[in-house]
């Protein structure tokens, strides 16, 4: 089993700044992406960015050239900057790992996080 324990969300500013952090622990072997997303009440769950083993990134159009991820991967710990935040920015964001064991894929969930950006 994988745990997953976010950090760093709060209430910020439009234009502020916030970093979240997710580590690992348990089973960390074969880790092979990690991120986050995010889900607003009445939307589907968004993409925010990702980070595989390969070190390739990936962003939601909505967060690029604002949010960038970053891992640590002897601490098992994956960091998401957020620059210059909007109220539309505002919900929970969750940390995710996804494994390749085996030829299967396992996906682990933390227990989310909120971001409020208001003035």
């Known amino acids: 089993q994988v745990q997953l324990v976010e950090s760093g969300g709060g209430l910020v500013q439009p234009g502020g700044s916030l970093k979240l952090s997710c580590a690992a622990s348990?089973?960390?072997?074969?880790?092979?992406?990690m991120g986050w997303y995010r889900q607003a009440p009445g939307k589907e769950r968004e993409l925010v960015a990702s980070?595989?083993?390969?070190?390739?990134?990936n962003y939601a159009d909505s967060v690029k050239g604002r949010f960038t991820i970053f891992r640590d991967n002897a601490q098992n710990t994956v960091y998401l900057q957020m620059n210059s935040l909007k109220p539309e920015d505002t919900t929970v964001y969750s940390c995710?790992?996804?494994?390749?064991?085996?030829?299967?894929?396992?996906?682990?969930w933390g227990q989310g996080t909120q971001v409020t950006v208001s003035s």
């Open positions: 348990g089973s960390t072997g074969s880790i092979s992406a």
């Open positions: 995710y790992l996804q494994k390749l064991f085996y030829g299967q894929l396992y996906h682990y």
């Open positions: 980070s595989t083993s390969c070190s390739s990134t």
